[in-house]
Protein backbone atom coordinates (compact mmCIF):
# COMPACT_ATOMS: atom_id res chain seq x y z
CA UNK A 1 0.00 0.00 0.00
CA UNK A 2 0.97 3.38 -0.85
CA UNK A 3 0.76 6.76 0.59
CA UNK A 4 1.27 9.87 -0.75
CA UNK A 5 2.00 13.76 1.51
CA UNK A 6 2.01 16.57 -0.29
CA UNK A 7 3.68 19.98 1.06
CA UNK A 8 5.09 22.92 -0.39
CA UNK A 9 1.80 25.31 -1.44
CA UNK A 10 1.45 28.55 -0.58
CA UNK A 11 0.99 32.12 -2.15
CA UNK A 12 3.06 33.32 -4.39
CA UNK A 13 3.57 36.63 -6.57
CA UNK A 14 3.46 36.12 -10.50
CA UNK A 15 6.90 35.37 -11.97
CA UNK A 16 7.84 33.73 -8.91
CA UNK A 17 8.44 30.20 -7.80
CA UNK A 18 7.52 27.49 -5.61
CA UNK A 19 8.64 23.80 -5.01
CA UNK A 20 6.41 20.94 -4.16
CA UNK A 21 7.15 18.13 -2.68
CA UNK A 22 5.56 14.60 -2.35
CA UNK A 23 6.80 12.14 0.69
CA UNK A 24 6.26 8.70 -0.20
CA UNK A 25 5.43 5.66 2.13
CA UNK A 26 4.89 2.20 1.05
CA UNK A 27 6.57 -0.44 -0.85
CA UNK A 28 8.31 -0.19 -4.07
CA UNK A 29 8.76 3.37 -3.97
CA UNK A 30 10.82 3.29 -7.08
CA UNK A 31 9.03 1.23 -8.94
CA UNK A 32 6.13 3.25 -9.71
CA UNK A 33 5.26 6.33 -11.88
CA UNK A 34 5.26 9.79 -10.22
CA UNK A 35 3.32 13.14 -11.29
CA UNK A 36 1.43 15.65 -10.40
CA UNK A 37 -2.01 16.68 -11.74
CA UNK A 38 -3.71 19.73 -10.30
CA UNK A 39 -7.16 21.37 -10.52
CA UNK A 40 -8.40 24.69 -10.10
CA UNK A 41 -12.41 25.63 -8.45
CA UNK A 42 -15.02 24.85 -11.53
CA UNK A 43 -12.24 23.32 -13.92
CA UNK A 44 -11.92 19.53 -14.48
CA UNK A 45 -8.18 18.20 -13.34
CA UNK A 46 -5.70 17.86 -15.60
CA UNK A 47 -1.97 16.42 -15.90
CA UNK A 48 0.78 18.57 -15.16
CA UNK A 49 4.10 16.32 -14.76
CA UNK A 50 5.38 12.76 -14.78
CA UNK A 51 8.37 11.18 -14.12
CA UNK A 52 9.13 7.47 -14.35
CA UNK A 53 11.91 4.99 -15.98
CA UNK A 54 11.81 6.56 -19.70
CA UNK A 55 12.16 10.07 -18.86
CA UNK A 56 9.84 12.68 -17.85
CA UNK A 57 6.41 14.16 -19.50
CA UNK A 58 4.74 17.97 -19.33
CA UNK A 59 1.87 19.44 -20.18
CA UNK A 60 2.67 22.13 -22.57
CA UNK A 61 1.31 24.99 -20.88
CA UNK A 62 3.75 24.68 -18.06
CA UNK A 63 6.95 23.09 -20.32
CA UNK A 64 9.62 25.01 -20.00
CA UNK A 65 8.95 26.52 -16.67
CA UNK A 66 8.11 23.12 -14.31
CA UNK A 67 10.69 20.63 -13.37
CA UNK A 68 9.68 17.42 -11.83
CA UNK A 69 12.28 15.37 -10.06
CA UNK A 70 12.20 12.35 -7.88
CA UNK A 71 14.72 11.27 -4.39
CA UNK A 72 14.66 7.69 -4.01
CA UNK A 73 16.80 7.52 -1.12
CA UNK A 74 14.08 10.00 0.64
CA UNK A 75 11.33 8.99 -1.05
CA UNK A 76 10.49 11.87 -2.45
CA UNK A 77 8.97 13.76 -5.71
CA UNK A 78 9.39 17.11 -5.85
CA UNK A 79 7.79 19.74 -8.55
CA UNK A 80 9.62 22.80 -9.08
CA UNK A 81 7.66 25.72 -10.67
CA UNK A 82 9.32 28.85 -11.49
CA UNK A 83 7.79 31.58 -13.82
CA UNK A 84 4.33 31.01 -12.22
CA UNK A 85 1.35 33.03 -13.61
CA UNK A 86 -2.10 32.94 -11.82
CA UNK A 87 -3.25 30.38 -14.22
CA UNK A 88 -1.22 28.01 -12.13
CA UNK A 89 -3.38 28.69 -9.07
CA UNK A 90 -4.61 25.36 -8.47
CA UNK A 91 -4.91 22.21 -5.79
CA UNK A 92 -1.81 20.35 -6.71
CA UNK A 93 -1.80 16.60 -6.77
CA UNK A 94 0.65 14.17 -6.11
CA UNK A 95 -0.22 10.96 -8.14
CA UNK A 96 1.32 7.17 -8.08
CA UNK A 97 0.86 4.05 -10.80
CA UNK A 98 2.13 1.83 -13.09
CA UNK A 99 -0.08 2.88 -16.37
CA UNK A 100 -0.42 5.40 -18.99
CA UNK A 101 -2.31 9.01 -17.88
CA UNK A 102 -5.42 10.04 -19.26
CA UNK A 103 -5.03 14.27 -19.00
CA UNK A 104 -7.73 14.14 -16.48
CA UNK A 105 -6.02 11.54 -13.73
CA UNK A 106 -9.07 9.23 -13.49
CA UNK A 107 -6.82 6.02 -14.11
CA UNK A 108 -4.32 7.12 -11.31
CA UNK A 109 -3.94 4.32 -8.60
CA UNK A 110 -2.54 6.71 -5.96
CA UNK A 111 -3.31 10.16 -5.17
CA UNK A 112 -2.58 12.52 -2.60
CA UNK A 113 -4.53 14.60 -0.55
CA UNK A 114 -3.27 18.35 -2.29
CA UNK A 115 -1.65 21.25 -1.51
CA UNK A 116 -2.76 24.91 -2.77
CA UNK A 117 -1.07 26.86 -4.96
CA UNK A 118 -1.92 30.33 -5.16
CA UNK A 119 -0.25 32.69 -7.61
CA UNK A 120 -1.23 36.71 -7.90
CA UNK A 121 -1.21 39.42 -10.36
Known amino acids: QVQLVESGGGLVQAGGSLRLSCAVS????????MGWFRQAPGKEREFVAAISWSGSNYADSVKGRFTISRDNAKNTVYLQMNSLKPEDTAVYYC????????????????WGQGTQVTVSS
Open 26 to 33: GRTFSSYK
Open 95 to 110: AAGDVNWSVIGDNVKY
